[in-house]
């Protein structure tokens, strides 16, 4: 007779073992899909969304530095996008220490200068929103008057 807690801790063992590979997989394949030029409309739709932008700021609490990097791969069109929904600015204004510590700290296992100059450009982003948005809203209520 199987034990049936034995059966259960292996199934849970590979379970969190196919996970990581999945969301692996799942993240590079959406970084490729938006990033095709042919998904812009896609692409916009998506970096509209504040539930997918809080699923790739989790997606960087994991701890498999891959699922990372793909995560930020698809995070950095969320920062680019020059429309953002007032929601997605609230988040990274308020997350903004979190991000820029996080961000700091994502490093390469190979040098890789397209990726160093993408993540400086997001963390340039972040650090200004705060003070872009006051200035805008500034701008904003000077008109109105």
Avoid at 71 to 84: G, T, Y
Avoid at 127 to 133: C, F, N, S
């Amino acid at each position: 007779m199987v034990n049936d807690k034995s059966l259960q801790q292996n199934l849970h063992c590979s379970y969190f073992h196919v996970i990581p590979f999945y969301l692996l997989l799942f993240t590079q394949l959406l970084g490729d899909m938006l990033l095709d030029r042919s998904n812009s409309a896609v692409m916009v739709r998506y970096v509209s969304s504040l539930d997918n932008l809080r699923i790739m700021m989790n997606l960087f609490r994991e701890e498999k530095k891959s699922i990372q990097m793909e995560a930020f791969h698809v995070f950095k069109l969320f920062v680019a996008n020059q429309s953002k929904p007032p929601e997605i600015v609230g988040v990274l204004i308020q997350n903004k220490n979190k991000l820029l510590r996080f961000l700091a700290g994502l490093t390469t296992e190979k040098e890789d200068e397209q990726f160093e100059a993408d993540k400086s450009e997001v963390i340039r982003e972040i650090a200004t929103l705060d003070t872009r948005e006051r200035a805008i809203t500034d701008s904003d209520n000077e008109a109105e008057s």
